[in-house]
């Protein structure tokens, strides 16, 4: 393709909003590399303070409406002036409620950007509401069937089998890993245990919570760092209280970046005992700055590290098991200096530069050739596979 491509992006923030995440610095990392052979256009709500339209990192972006009303913003946007810009692709990060622009966009093609799907997060959070909240989301996804996706882990890509969608054709790019200066900063005196996470149910920092207090039983100078915000801090801090270890944590709240990275380079082990992620960044981010990882055999974290050889990873919700891995990497030097090597040499594996080319490669086919092209490709692959090459 000769000319470069108009891109179009629908999701609910930007990085710059204050309750940006994940997604959303996958999606600046991702398309502002792209932004310098593309044109690229963000459509998203805006937030108090912030200007109407900016270019960040070449990267257009439009903020209109509140957050929670997104959806309809959108919609109504692009009706009224956005579908003028004659844009070759549009790509819907459909991460919080789907926009279904399967209904509204036709002209251009489509591509939905998947980070995870929420059906188990709502049960976890609120069960009676969070029922309800899983069937509308696997009735809105049918309106996905025909779609294509690009979702960022083989484990997503599984969990859309749960939602009747078509997994076959999903192109996977993985996240890259943002990082400080490696190396900078020397492990602190003490046995350190990190968890860099928000506070929310599905997140499990409870379980971690009380796993530590029994690791505090063998190794009492131990101390939990705690970093992130949420809505359960304070049933989190009661629950500490309850179990007279209060002293031993210390909860950070939301850091900087530069706070972040020095965490992860200082901490002895790093754990994100999540029920479920779409990708364990935080896994990937620490072993880059030298520091293994304890996590959750689930889906999002499976692929983050090589169980035994850069951390370990463990049943959901086994205590036990949470608790004897804590204290066999605090407790053995020789072991925890194996796995730091393991984990950084695995995170050597991902980066922005190669995923932001992979997506781009991707976009620039299915705007030139379709889908057809696509499946094509990935037949070929798979006879490549099979055949040993």
Request: charged share 25%; aromatic share 12%.
């Amino acid at each position: 393709m000769n000319k470069p491509l108009k891109i179009l992006i629908f999701n609910w923030q930007d990085k710059t909003h204050p309750l940006a995440g994940g997604a959303e610095i996958y999606l600046h990392e991702i398309f502002s590399r792209m932004a310098r052979n593309h044109q690229v256009t963000l459509f998203c709500c805006s937030y108090e303070g912030a200007k109407g339209e900016e270019i960040i990192d070449g990267i257009k972006i439009i903020r209109r409406g509140k957050r929670n009303l997104s959806n309809f913003t959108s919609f109504w946007w692009y009706l009224v002036s956005g579908r003028k810009q004659k844009y070759d692709v549009v790509v819907e990060f459909a991460n919080k409620a789907p926009y279904l622009s399967p209904l509204w966009i036709f002209r251009p093609k489509r591509v939905v950007a998947q980070m995870h799907f929420n059906g188990s997060t709502f049960l976890l959070e609120k069960p009676i509401l969070g029922k309800i909240l899983f069937s509308i989301e696997k009735m809105l996804f049918w309106f996905y069937k025909r779609e294509q996706f690009v979702v960022i882990s083989e484990s997503t890509r599984e969990d859309m089998k749960n939602y009747h969608l078509p997994n076959e054709k999903a192109e996977v790019v993985y996240p890259g890993i943002l990082t400080g200066s490696v190396g900078r900063k020397e492990k602190t005196e003490f046995p350190s245990v990190l968890c860099v996470s928000r506070l929310k149910k599905y997140k499990s920092v409870d379980l971690l919570i009380r796993a530590f207090a029994k690791v505090l039983q063998k190794l009492p100078n131990a101390k939990l760092l705690l970093a992130g915000s949420g809505n359960q801090k304070e049933e989190l801090e009661k629950l500490a209280s309850d179990l007279e270890i209060l002293g031993s944590i210390n909860f950070l709240g939301k850091v900087s970046e530069e706070e972040k990275f020095d965490l992860y380079a200082s901490a002895w082990v790093n754990v994100l005992p999540s029920q479920k992620e779409g990708w364990g960044m935080t896994v990937l981010e620490a072993a880059r700055m030298g520091t293994t990882s304890i996590a959750s055999r689930v889906s999002g974290l499976r692929e983050t590290m090589e169980d035994g050889k850069s951390g370990i990873l463990i049943e959901y919700g086994d205590e036990a098991a949470l608790v004897s891995a804590i204290i066999k990497i605090l407790s053995d030097e020789n072991l925890r200096s194996l796995f730091e090597k393991g984990a950084f040499s695995y995170s050597e594996n991902f980066s922005w530069e190669n995923s932001a080319k992979k997506f781009e490669d991707f976009l620039v086919k299915y705007c030139c050739y379709g889908k057809k092209a696509l499946a094509e490709g990935k037949s070929a692959e798979k006879t490549a596979l099979s055949s040993g090459f």
